[in-house]
């Protein structure tokens, strides 16, 4: 098991940027893949993007594909999403989450943290 704390949002500028941080609890967090998945209000969680365990691989949703890159820390316990070139649309609250498989979809991933808002002004 694994506790995850999202950590960095906040508000920004159209076309700003924004460093989110993830710290995992517990000496495992290197045998998790992990991603991150938003929750814009009044809309369904979407995937946003994944890393493998070791961060040689990752995948992105089209949306952000470009602008985004996750990456991680094992040595620190820490996966981060940079976020460059904001838009207005990607205003949502940002959840951490971990899984033993790589998933992009937001149901399959097991352990979740309690999430960051960023919010991104036209």
């Known amino acids: 098991q694994v506790q995850l704390v999202e950590s960095g949002g906040g508000l920004v500028q159209a076309g700003g940027s924004l460093r989110l941080s993830c710290a995992a609890s517990?000496?495992?967090?290197?045998?998790?893949?992990m991603g991150w998945v938003r929750q814009a209000p009044g809309k369904e969680r979407e995937f946003v993007a994944t890393i493998s365990k070791s961060g040689d691989y990752t995948y992105y949703a089209d949306s952000v594909k470009g602008r985004f890159t996750i990456s991680r820390d094992n040595a620190k316990n820490t996966v981060y999403l940079q976020m460059n070139s904001l838009k207005p649309e990607d205003t949502a609250v940002y959840y951490c989450?971990?899984?033993?498989?790589?998933?992009?979809?937001?149901?399959?991933?097991?352990?979740w943290g309690q999430g960051t808002q960023v919010t991104v002004s036209s």
């Open positions: 517990g000496r495992t967090f290197s045998s998790y893949y």
């Open positions: 989450a971990a899984a033993s498989i790589m998933c992009t979809r937001d149901n399959d991933y097991a352990f």
